[in-house]
């Protein structure tokens, strides 16, 4: 009985995760297709892959990227609109732009002088702007969450770590789980 227990629980740990990742794909595949219902399932979804793909060719193209970031000055003129898009694009040109941001990741004692550490990513290595020229701002993503928390320190309390961005972001936000 034991052993169809194991069993029960390994087939479980594979069919749990393959099954929401095909669920999780599977709705953003509905939800992007039902942006433009056209009656056959999938076309709204290829056009709109199309259509920002060509719009990534055009803000690269020298002949219209002017145009494209006139609109872009247009939306950061409007208070609350302004907010809302310079936030959104510093947060997806964090993580797939050219220059991304989480790619310093560092060990920083909580204490000073004490054996307690975190990993974050430092994200600013000078606060001068703000009068805080000994500071610097390490982001710390949080274990199974889209969310995360900013905080200052010295910069005497943080060491860079040796290891590659990507995997030291799946070990901090999986928990420590993933190798």
Known sequence: MKRIIRYFFEGLIFVVPV???IYVIYKVFVVIDGWLPLGVRGA???IILIGITLIGFLTSNFLTRSFLRLIES??????????LHSSVKDVLT????EKKKFDKPV???IL????????GFMTRESLEQFGMQD??????PQSYNFAGNLLLYPRSAIKPLKAESPKVMAFVVSGGITE
């Open 135 to 140: 500071k610097v701002a390490v982001y710390f």
């Open 112 to 119: 000073p002088g004490g054996s307690v550490m975190a990993i």
């Open 94 to 97: 964090a993580f797939v732009g």
């Open 107 to 109: 060990l920083v004692e």
């Open 44 to 46: 709204g979804f290829a």
């Open 74 to 83: 247009i939306l950061n003129r409007l208070p609350f609109v302004k907010l």
């Open 19 to 21: 099954a929401v990742t």
